[in-house]
């Protein structure tokens, strides 16, 4: 079997698999950046907030520094609750985004929009018009989270 070399994710690749900005986070608080470069408290809407899919936190180098993926809930405070614990440090990844002062860009991506980094990463465009989508009874967030990280390295997540 061929061992891909993992290369970290970066803001282009996921823009070209069709992220989009939700906004900055400071130390696990959203913030919008305003025309004077201070940091604007933001509040995001239900439906940014519980979205099914997956959430990255960009680094200023643009790197990306970690992933969270939120499923269908019954709550609704899906993303609400992973930057609470940012804020909290319930990890080793969350303790430092808590304390860094650092500004992270966060995106998002549909789980129906995950092809590009998962089953078909790699795989030139023709190839990848072949790749299967998710969509299999048993493929879960869990599993696409696992492809995520046998093909991309983050800076503060590990797996």
Known sequence: MKKTVKTYLTLDALLN?????????????PVQINENGKHVPVRLGQSTKSAP???????PGEKTAGRFYIGRQRT???LDAVLSHIRTGRSRMARQMANDFRVYDLLFIPVGSMKKLTTAYGKGSVRSMFTSEHNEAFQNLEEMNRMLNDHFKFTMQKY
Not at 17 to 29: L, Y
Not at 53 to 59: L, S
């Open 17 to 29: 698999a069709g992220a989009d900005v939700i906004c900055s986070v400071v130390n696990g608080n």
């Open 53 to 59: 899919g997956f959430y990255f936190m960009v680094e």
């Open 76 to 78: 609704k405070i899906g």
